[in-house]
């Protein structure tokens, strides 16, 4: 079992920055991808940035084309532990945004997400 714990969110201003931070415990040994998803009222929970963690994919980015050049994702000193730097942030970035860790397992990856923060962006 993996927990994630989030923290970060909050209330920003358009135009502004917010770093969320997203620890991971428990059974990290075979934890292969972190990521970030938000999910809007209204909407599907949608992909925002991931992290490869170990092996051949450690350390390759992916984003979302609504956060690229905006959005930074990157791994902490503390292993396991994972940033999203939000700067330049939209009206549309408000959404809850929850942490995800996958597992590597056979026959398909284990996925584990946190509770999940608020981040709200005042026009």
């Known amino acids: 079992q993996v927990q994630l714990v989030e923290s970060g969110g909050g209330l920003v201003q358009a135009g502004g920055s917010l770093r969320l931070s997203c620890a991971a415990s428990g059974s990290t040994a075979t934890i292969r991808k972190m990521g970030w998803y938000r999910q809007a009222p209204g909407k599907q929970r949608e992909l925002v940035a991931s992290?490869?963690?170990?092996?051949?994919?450690?350390?390759?980015?992916n984003y979302s084309d609504s956060v690229k050049g905006r959005f930074t994702i990157s791994r902490g000193d503390a292993k396991n532990t994972i940033y999203l730097q939000m700067n330049s942030v939209k009206s549309e970035d408000t959404a809850v945004y929850y942490c995800?860790?996958?597992?590597?397992?056979?026959?398909?990856?284990?996925?584990?997400w946190g509770q999940g923060t608020q981040v709200t962006v005042s026009s």
């Open positions: 992290i490869g963690i170990g092996g051949v994919t450690n350390g390759v980015t």
């Open positions: 995800n860790a996958a597992e590597m397992r056979f026959p398909r990856p284990v996925e584990y």
